[in-house]
């Protein structure tokens, strides 16, 4: 088969690559769109990130597509069948997996990380990594059920009430999901805060309500002049310092905080518990997708949610070199092997 198959930093070669062969309860996946996640340009940079990496690999854990094969103790899933996968899976045994967060599992095996994924014409996983997707929905929304799964773990840590005002900064592909997660939580008001002007129709497309650009604005600024009371929760999807401190900034009392982006792992901001014990606050994040899966495909099935229009850039497997030079800077960028 064909795949994209990661050596070394810097660099990925498309070559063919022997066919995936299932057996037991594996399942044969045609893959049909698969995302490129910011894990994958971490991984291809060498930076560290969320779990290990042992080259030659094939990248891509943001994957759908149709079923074609089924190994003999496979119960549930049936060829043709249209599906995504949970790439991440714990051993099981460990004492972590016996609490029921495998995600903590010190042996996660992670498909397109730790073991081939979804950046070739073929995949194979575990029938417990495989969640069926409804087939009137197209696969490039199909395959952006792993990220909507992690952000919808996020927005549990984050704790939003009816009713809440709740600040999303950055309004990239991860922050508009947020922003549509949050008002199926119950916010009365979201705001986006991006600098880059040409995101807020998106973003309000996807359900902001207001969008500020934090060059220009705080979102101290928008709620003085909308007469909104505060900011209950505020949700970071950048990953940057200054980003994360703004996000402690502008929460208000009894507020909540979500860390959800990814920072390097030496960044560090300053927090002065005075401020935390005079807000009240709590600082919370969220680590991958823990059991979320199974809603993100349901979610997604129901059509409700707004998805193709964050894709900006749709590649074959042959350009997927470009994917890592745009770098996601539009949005989601997604591979059709
Ligand atoms: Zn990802
Ligand atoms: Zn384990």
């Not at 070394?8 to 037991?24: A, H, L």
């Not at 079923?67 to 714990?90: C, F, L, M, Q, S």
């Not at 495989?130 to 929905?137: Q, R, T």
């Given at each position: 088969m064909k795949a994209a198959v990661f050596y070394?930093?810097?660099?990925?070669?498309?070559?063919?690559?022997?066919?995936?062969?299932?057996?037991?309860d594996e399942v044969l996946i045609r893959v049909m769109a698969a995302g490129v996640c910011g894990t994958d340009l971490h991984i291809f940079d060498g930076a560290e990130g969320a779990s290990e990496c042992y080259p030659p690999v094939i990248l891509g854990h943001e994957f759908a597509g149709i079923?074609?094969?089924?190994?003999?103790?496979?119960?549930?899933?049936?060829?043709?069948?249209?599906?995504?996968?949970?790439?991440?899976?714990?051993?099981?045994v460990c004492p972590e997996c016996q609490r029921g967060r495998y995600h903590f599992c010190p042996d996660m095996f992670a498909t397109g990380v730790t073991g081939?994924?979804?950046?070739?014409?073929?995949?194979?996983?575990?029938?417990?990594?495989?969640?069926?997707?409804?087939?009137?929905?197209?696969?490039?929304e199909a395959a952006m059920c792993e990220p909507l799964s992690c952000c919808l773990h996020g927005i549990e840590q984050a704790k939003?009430?009816?009713?809440?005002?709740?600040?999303?900064?950055?309004?990239?592909?991860?922050?508009?999901?947020?922003?549509?997660?949050?008002?199926?939580?119950?916010?009365?008001?979201?705001?986006?805060?991006?600098?880059?002007?040409?995101?807020?129709?998106?973003?309000?497309?996807?359900?902001?309500?207001?969008?500020?650009n934090p060059e220009k604005a705080t979102p101290f600024d928008l709620i003085a002049e909308k007469g909104i009371p505060g900011i209950d929760v505020s949700i970071e999807c950048v990953g940057r310092a200054d980003t994360m401190q703004d996000a402690l900034t502008y929460v208000s009392r009894g507020g909540h905080v979500l860390f959800f982006g990814l920072t390097p792992p030496d960044a560090e901001i300053p927090v002065r518990p005075f401020d935390v014990f005079r807000k009240e606050l709590t600082i919370t994040s969220s680590f991958v997708n823990p059991h979320t899966m199974g809603r993100a495909a349901a979610l997604i099935s129901s059509g409700k949610l707004i998805l193709s229009d964050l894709i900006s850039d749709r590649l074959s497997l042959d350009e997927i070199h470009q994917a890592f030079k745009i770098r996601g800077k539009n949005g989601k960028m997604m591979i059709f092997p």
């Open positions: 070394e930093p810097g660099v990925i070669k498309v070559r063919e690559w022997p066919d995936p062969v299932i057996s037991g079923v074609e094969g089924t190994g003999p103790d496979v119960k549930h899933v049936r060829i043709g069948d249209h599906v995504t996968a949970d790439p991440n899976r714990g051993c099981g081939d994924g979804g950046f070739a014409r073929y995949a194979k996983v575990r029938e417990e990594q495989v969640y069926k997707i409804a087939d009137a929905v197209p696969f490039e939003i009430s009816p009713g809440d005002t709740v600040l999303v900064i950055g309004g990239g592909t991860i922050g508009l999901l947020m922003v549509q997660l949050a008002h199926l939580a119950g916010a009365g008001t979201v705001i986006v805060s991006e600098p880059v002007e040409k995101k807020h129709a998106l973003a309000r497309k996807a359900g902001a309500d207001y969008c500020i």
